[in-house]
Structures are given as structure tokens and as C-alpha cells.
């Protein structure tokens, strides 16, 4: 079992950045692959980034690469999106989870099993 906790939302400029952190409880967390994702008012949500479990691997969306790095620190159970550059079309809600699944499942967020309550992120123009 894996609680979740995001933090770090807020307003922000177009052209500024944010980071958001994800605080994990329980005893597993180096095993489980993070992801984040966002949903925009009346849209699905989506994939933004993800890592594996060790880090040693990381996935983007197209529309944030370059932009934003996500990251981890096993040893705090932490997980954490730096968001640079930002654009009003990144305002949304922000989720981390966590997932056991293999790595090329990772941008399907049907494949994810604990999930985080959310924050909010607004990029003014």
C-alpha cells in the first residue's frame, strides 16, 4: 500500500517555472514506478512524465519535453516534476502515482494503482 501526497501548485506567469513534489508513504516506494498527469477542466486526464523505479529511466509527452524533468529520491520516498518554461496550456490539475508495471506501460494511467489527491496548477498569460 501506497499513499500519495502532492505539493508545490500554484500560480504562476507564462514563462515561469514550479515544482511539484510527490511524498510517498509506506515501505515500498523504490519498487513502484512514478508517474505524473494532469487534467484540464472537461478533459481526460493525461500522461505527462514518468520514471521507473530505479530512475534509471524517464518518459515525457511530447508537448513537455525539454520543459519539465521528473525526478526521485528513494532514500526520502519522494518524487518530484521540475516545470520550466510553463504555458497557460499547462494549466490542470496535477497527480502523481505509483505503478509496479513494466516500463512500457508506464503512460497509461489505467495501469496505475495508488494516485495522489492532486494539485493545482494555473499558468496566467
Known amino acids: 500500500q501506497v499513499q500519495l501526497v502532492e505539493s508545490g501548485g500554484g500560480l504562476v506567469q507564462a514563462g515561469g517555472s514550479l515544482r511539484l513534489s510527490c511524498a510517498a508513504s509506506g515501505r515500498s516506494f523504490s519498487t513502484y514506478s512514478m508517474g505524473w498527469f494532469r487534467q484540464a477542466p472537461g478533459k481526460e486526464r493525461e500522461f505527462v512524465a514518468a520514471i521507473t523505479w530505479s530512475g534509471g529511466s524517464t518518459l515525457y509527452t511530447d508537448s513537455v519535453k525539454g520543459r519539465f524533468t521528473i525526478s526521485r529520491d528513494n532514500a526520502k520516498n519522494t518524487a518530484g516534476l521540475q516545470m520550466n518554461s510553463l504555458r497557460p496550456e499547462d494549466t490542470a490539475v496535477y497527480y502523481c502515482?505509483?505503478?509496479?508495471?513494466?516500463?512500457?506501460?508506464?503512460?497509461?494511467?489505467?495501469?496505475?494503482?495508488?494516485w495522489g489527491q492532486g494539485t493545482q496548477v494555473t499558468v496566467s498569460s
Open positions: 502515482a505509483a505503478t509496479s508495471i513494466p516500463a512500457e506501460f508506464l503512460r497509461n494511467k489505467n495501469m496505475y494503482s495508488y
